[in-house]
């Protein structure tokens, strides 16, 4: 089975069109043709005066048609550097969700992919981020709380993120090359990217799992793919290519710019070239020499491609580099590059048209490597040909470009549908004071998406056809949660305490807002929780109901002519475990508490523990007998009254003392302490004895006096 296949290259400086004849499952190259832009017509890779760039289509067309009869339809590519490549780094907070599944990750995933579409729109003079198709995506990182993890199926924590690489391709570019094409009466056949069709020919796909970058050199970009993991994961672009070393060539051996191109292919197969410069000299010159006069060029193009593919690789070497394109010939490239990246030098190698299996040329045409993404477009074209698909998303018709497997997250994505909105919000937090601490109780998670394709529960890595419809419909929002105030207390505290022999155990009063409450009672956002037990022995009485057993430990004060006087001894007392504490002190769990009750004493009592004395007194003998004489030596007066001793003093009670001048005893005061019987026959006289000598009332006595009175009966001598 024969087939002809037209493709076309269309690069920045020039447009190749390939003649590929396809013979079963081999092909061969039967016509190759490049034509120079006349003008510049081309920017990054995207066709930006159409009229010019379908005028050279039309050019190479109408040559080649002469050769080989009509060509209405032609395979073509998508430049690698109109390719934006940006990383974009999701969170989600997952405290209190269920595990994470599948589906939970991929919707994070897309999230971080539609933050990177909108990143790159941002950056292309705020268009629209469904301006862009996505062509790939990897997932560079998960984490899970701040940790890097292989995986978040069936994780749990507070907060997952991902980080991923995406690419996109500018829809106008894709728009632009259509419009090129109408104008040069040809049909889009079939569309790639060149990244993707050097690599089809050159990566086999058993060799995409090895993280190796393909490094298209043209003349005025040079394009970057890396492949990783079985897929490309990122493309880049560097504005230096080929042409900088040629004008480089060109100003050191003063030749034009044709000469110069032709002395550095022959750079890289001889170690002396001659050359003939602009003034008509021919001169013999080494590689060596050469190579040395424009290092400054070719360090600058090779520096330039190794910090592209390490910023796109996460700053490390791949495992190789490959070289294609007719830039790769530039002398001592691949050395440099291998120096740069720190790789040994047979792992960067230029990559020709021999590499690519099953593949035969015209004997007319030269082989090279520039020859490679022109081929490789016509091969990838022909064996993975992409489409456009027609897809309705929430009744909005999307039309999606069929770069790779498409699925349901592609078409969300296409259709502008923000990922982050789908799932329902959570429910509101709640702030809630417990014990002077503010606590977060988090809402109920909103559910997921429902997602139907053609009237059935799908998810979002399935695949797509044309024509299915999607619809979208976003999750319920979550509530706030539902919580009783126990399940913010660890437990409820309780102590055991041992008040004057009797033990009472005492469970945390909780008050809710100031109100008595249970923990059974649900709790509301901005509620105060107090759970404590008392933290004094007062507040522990007072929990009790006991507080009246603080009034016995008050002080016992009175006053005296008006001054205030305390005396601890006949004070109430607190002991705890045996010490002497006051009210106000803690308690622990297990504590012995005795009160003391205060004691009244009487006058007497009282006096004598101020040492102010009352009375005094002297022992004597009267008639044989022992007599104790007391004489008051001070007066106390209560509210006006005069106090005897035996009366009690409270606290509190205020008290008179004054004080008589202390006189000596006279026989006198005898009689205030005995009753004398006078005897029957007596005449009324009697005599007064002091330590048997007569003596007078008046007379002073001292202690251990003996005195006697005598009647007239008993008077010797009488």
Not at 111 to 125: D, F, I, L, Y
Not at 458 to 483: F, H, M, R, W
Not at 679 to 708: C, H, M, V, W
Request: net charge negative; with cysteine; charged share 25%.
């Amino acid at each position: 089975m024969h087939e002809n296949l037209f493709a076309l290259d269309i690069g920045t400086r020039s447009v190749v069109g390939i003649i590929l004849e396809k013979i079963n499952e081999s092909y061969h190259v039967k016509d190759i043709l490049s034509k120079e832009h006349t003008e510049r017509a081309m920017l990054d890779g995207q066709i930006h005066d159409v009229l010019a760039v379908s005028k050279v289509i039309q050019d190479i067309k109408i040559e080649l048609e002469a050769k080989h009869g009509p060509l209405n339809k032609v395979c073509v590519a998508a430049a690698g550097r109109a390719l934006k490549t940006e990383r974009a780094k999701v969170s989600v907070d997952i405290a209190g969700k269920p595990m994470i599944s599948k589906d939970d990750i991929l919707h994070l995933e897309l999230t971080a992919v539609q933050a990177a579409q909108s990143e790159v729109a941002e950056k292309g003079m705020g268009e629209q981020s469904f301006h862009y198709y996505c062509v790939g995506y990897s997932v560079l990182y998960y984490h899970l709380d701040g940790q890097e993890i292989g995986s978040l199926i069936d994780q749990k924590g507070e907060k997952a993120s991902v980080e991923i690489i995406a690419t996109f391709l500018p829809k106008v570019v894709v728009e632009s090359l259509i419009s090129a094409l109408k104008r040069a009466d040809l049909e889009m056949q079939a569309l790639t990217l060149e990244p993707i069709a050097a690599i089809n020919v050159l990566i086999p796909p058993s060799m995409r799992r090895l993280n190796v970058a393909l490094v298209d050199i043209g003349a005025g970009t040079s394009d970057i793919a890396l492949t990783d993991m079985g897929t490309v994961i990122a493309y880049g672009m560097v504005p230096i290519a080929g042409d900088e070393i040629t004008e480089a060539i060109s100003d050191q051996l003063l030749l034009d710019f044709p000469l110069a191109e032709e002395a550095k292919r022959q750079l890289l197969t001889q170690d002396q070239i001659k050359v003939t410069d602009i003034l008509g000299f021919e001169t013999e010159i080494y590689r060596t020499e050469v190579v040395e006069q424009i290092s400054p060029a070719l360090h600058k193009l090779a520096e330039s491609i190794s910090h592209e593919i390490l910023s796109l690789n996460n700053h490390k070497s791949p495992k190789a580099i490959m070289l294609v394109g007719g830039g790769s010939l530039t002398p001592e490239l691949p050395r440099l590059l291998a120096e740069k990246l720190q790789l040994p030098a047979n792992r960067v190698a230029i990559r020709g048209i021999e590499a690519i299996q099953n593949l035969t040329l015209a004997e007319s045409l030269t082989k090279g490597p520039e020859l490679v993404t022109p081929i490789g477009i016509a091969i990838a074209a022909n064996k993975n040909p992409v489409q456009y698909v027609s897809i309705t998303v929430n009744d909005q018709s999307v039309r999606l470009f069929d770069m790779k497997t498409l699925t349901v997250g592609d078409c969300l994505l296409a259709a502008g549908i923000k990922m982050n909105k789908l799932y329902g919000k959570p429910g509101m937090a709640m702030m809630v004071s417990v014990n002077g601490q503010t606590i977060t109780i988090p809402g109920i998670h909103g559910t997921p998406p429902t997602l139907l394709k053609n009237g059935n529960v799908t998810s979002l890595d399935d695949e797509v056809q044309s024509g299915d419809v999607i619809v979208a419909e976003k999750g319920e929002d979550g509530y706030p949660a539902t919580i009783q105030i126990q399940d913010l207390l660890d437990h409820i505290p309780r102590k055991i305490v041992t008040i004057n022999g009797t033990k009472y155990e005492l469970e945390a009063v909780i008050k809710q807002n100031g109100e008595f409450a249970s923990g059974e009672d649900e709790v509301q956002d901005r509620d105060t929780i107090l759970c404590k037990l008392p933290d004094t022995i007062e507040a522990l009485l007072d929990a009790l109901g006991q507080k009246s057993l603080l009034k016995n430990i008050s002080s016992y004060s009175i006053f005296i002519n008006d001054k205030p006087v305390t005396i601890e001894k006949y004070s109430g007392t607190l002991m705890r475990n045996g010490i002497e504490c006051k009210g106000s002190a803690g308690f622990e769990d297990g504590d012995q508490l005795i009160f003391k009750n205060p004691y009244t004493p009487t006058l007497l009592e009282l006096t004598d523990s101020l040492n102010i004395k009352l009375n005094y007194s002297i022992p004597i003998s009267f008639n044989g007998k022992k007599i104790v004489l007391t004489k008051s030596v001070a007066s106390v007066e209560r509210a006006g009254k005069n106090l005897e001793e035996k009366q009690t003093i409270h606290s509190g009670d205020r008290l008179i003392i004054k004080q008589k001048k202390e006189e000596p005893f006279i026989f006198q005061d005898l009689f205030r302490h005995i009753d004398i019987e006078m005897p029957q026959t007596s005449n009324a006289r009697f005599l007064l004895l002091k330590n048997n000598k007569e003596t007078s009332f008046y007379e002073q006595i001292e202690p251990g006096d003996d005195l006697r009175i005598l009647w007239p009966t008993t008077i010797p001598g009488s």
